[in-house]
């Protein structure tokens, strides 16, 4: 294989990479730009890193719901979305089928229903700012169901 083969290549490559990375960030934007609000309620976590500095690990009360609705079988383990009842605050729950206002998109990473992120970073020192953190503030895609993190609040759904 030639040198200029092999360095044509690697410049595809790069180039499918970049612009992967570059459709990711836009729907993402547009997500955030054009998704409704919804609240997902926190679980209690540590909110302090060592080495990434200070962030509120999160976890959600609807990747627990989806956990039990896949362990007892009413949410196929293949499933990659689930169903959502949002009330009257916009906060999101797991829905029964026949009450679904919309869909969430989730993963599993290491054996565990992930929705969006697992992470909210903020300013060093700033950290009793968020004890108070009750909700995530998503935007949700309907179409796709992509759900988005913009924020936190308390609750009464106060910004922090």
């Known amino acids: 294989m030639s040198v200029l083969w092999t360095r044509s290549l690697i410049v595809l490559g790069a180039a499918i990479v970049l612009a992967a990375v570059k459709l ?3 729907s993402k934007e547009r997500t955030i730009a054009q998704g409704e609000t919804i609240f ?3 679980m209690p ?3 302090r890193s060592l080495m990434q500095g200070d962030y509120m690990a ?6 627990e719901e989806i956990e039990r609705a896949r362990q007892r079988g009413t949410l196929a383990p ?4 689930a169903p959502l009842a949002i009330d009257a605050h916009r906060v999101a729950t797991l829905a029964q089928d ?4 919309a869909q969430i998109r989730f ?3 290491n054996r565990s229903v992930w929705i969006g992120t697992n992470a909210f970073f903020f300013e060093e020192g700033s950290s009793s700012k968020y004890v108070n953190a009750r909700y995530g503030e998503f935007r949700l895609e309907r179409g796709s169901g992509q759900a988005v993190l913009v924020g936190l609040r ?7």
């Open 98 to 101: 026949t009450e679904a206002d």
């Open 154 to 160: 308390d609750a009464q759904f106060n910004e922090l």
């Open 24 to 26: 990711s960030i836009h």
């Open 45 to 47: 976590v540590d909110p």
């Open 58 to 63: 999160l976890r959600f009360r609807l990747a």
């Open 107 to 109: 993963r599993i990473r």
């Open 40 to 42: 997902l309620e926190l």
């Open 78 to 81: 293949s499933a990659r979305t």
